[in-house]
């Protein structure tokens, strides 16, 4: 969820904050190689994406605007604002989608807003916004469950609300919001597992170490990793599964599991940033062989692969059509067309020989450093 996404990932991290203390924290789980202990947010045996009330996925790409409908948006002179729990690459990626179609629809965007993960701050932006009478509103709630309060007054005033992965608690699709859009959750997990798994030669220990709160993007992702790994390579061995409540606490899991784990093949975090704590712990213990697949592309994490590092897989959605997605279902919404309650998009698997296509999907150009790494 930069999105960098923060990544899908830091995404994740920034709409659930708030649920973040009652996660269980990273000590709440203890492993061995005889015994992983369960948890309710990892396993789950789930065989698809489905929302957070059992919603049934609408694939963007079912999303079209006749000739007629698009000069009917265009006649309607509508107003835009784009509201986004924190600006990142990802969410970056998402906005220029959403401002291209827009560009293409006559839709004015008359506000942009980065929150920066303060719900103070987004709350003050939602009011900012609404004084330049804006028709519909895309972005993400830094706070699902204060969100609905600091959203409120754009209901009451009849603007359309467009959510980026889920909207506010107690929130009715079709009545207080007209769409949610979010990545194909269920494939960006199968895609991490089937990375790693084949990185891994299907045999080995692996150590799954993921987001411990209840928050349905992550939670799919991880519960879509481990049942994909354990149907698919059922030669490979979870070793160890331990949750994490705060990110930056990644790095110190990963190096309890690493020392109670010296044969480890391979570890799976949750997104990103975490990831880069598992990097920092692999490279504090000199270790060389465990490879390492998360979600969401992420400048550092592109690096170490490029160079051939620990990481063997990034799994990221089509941020930019993300963005157009948003776009084409607030514009829906305008003209009075059912918007998808659950729209979903594709997912990339992005390794060292098709990193390029990584950032394309984001519209951005590969860094300098990850062209310099992939060049040595």
Known sequence: MNRKRLTIGVVALAASLALAACGGGAGGEKSSSSAVPSNTVIDKK??????????????VTDLKLTDAEVAQVK??????????????????????GALDEFARLG???????????????????????????????????????????????????????????????????????????????????????????????????????????QFHVTNMRDAAFKVTLQKEFPDIKIVAQQGFSDPNKAEEIANAVIAQHPNLGGIYTSWAQPA????????????TTTKLATIDLDDTIATNMAAKGATVGLVCDKAYEFGKAMAVSAAYSLIGKQAPEFGIVDAVTVTRDNIAEGYAAWHQDVPKAVKDALNK
Do not use: C
């Open 46 to 59: 789930i065989t698809g994406t489905v929302g957070p009330k059992g919603e049934q996925p609408t694939h």
């Open 75 to 96: 006649a309607g002179h509508f107003k835009a604002a784009l509201l986004w729990h924190e600006m990142s690459a990802w969410s970056g990626a998402v906005q220029q």
């Open 107 to 213: 839709i004015e965007v008359v506000a942009t807003a980065d929150a920066k993960f303060d719900p103070a701050t987004q709350a003050n932006q939602i009011q900012t916004a609404l004084a330049r009478k804006p028709n519909v509103i895309l972005g993400q709630a830094v706070d699902p469950t204060t969100g609905g309060a600091a959203y409120q007054a754009a209901v009451d005033q009849g603007v359309k609300l467009i959510y980026a992965d889920q909207a506010p608690e107690g929130y009715t699709w079709g009545k207080q919001y007209q769409a949610i859009v979010t990545g194909d959750l269920f494939q960006l997990g199968k895609r991490a597992a089937e990375a790693l798994g084949k990185a891994m030669g299907g045999k080995g220990e692996v150590g799954i170490i993921f987001y411990d709160a």
């Open 276 to 287: 880069q704590g598992v990097l920092a712990a692999l490279n504090n213990a000199g270790n």
